[in-house]
Nanobody
């Protein structure tokens, strides 16, 4: 059974950093690429980043206000993917979800997702 479980969400102060984990079971990192999405209150879900199952290449889909503040990495031995965000701002408040895809697309869309994690809440506030 394919499962993705996010952890590491919570309350972060403005300017702080956070690392989210996406633990995988039922498949390994060479089977699916892993994408990260987020959905802010009252907004559509947006794709953030993707790490390729093929060679671990990462792809950034963020808008200018987010670019350079996000890093995606993976630990093959732990079958886990990480999303690290720096210099967080209140507008980064959202539910963050990881998802399994066949490959990292040119445009990251929900329609490309084969399996979803349950999501983890991240709140940036003082």
């Amino acid at each position: 059974q394919v499962q993705l479980v996010e952890s590491g969400g919570g309350l972060v102060q403005p300017g702080g950093s956070l690392r989210l984990s996406c633990g995988l079971s039922g498949f390994t990192l060479d089977h699916y690429s892993i994408g990260w999405f987020r959905q802010a209150p009252g907004k559509d879900r947006e794709g953030i980043s993707c790490i390729s199952s093929f060679d671990g290449s990462t792809y950034d889909y963020t808008v200018d206000s987010v670019k350079g503040r996000i890093t995606v990495s993976r630990d093959i031995a732990k079958n886990t993917v990480y999303l690290t965000m720096n210099s967080m701002q209140p507008e980064d408040t959202a539910v963050y979800s990881c998802a399994a895809l066949a490959d990292c697309p040119r445009v990251l869309r929900e329609a490309d997702v084969e399996y979803w994690g349950q999501g983890t809440q991240v709140t940036v506030s003082s």
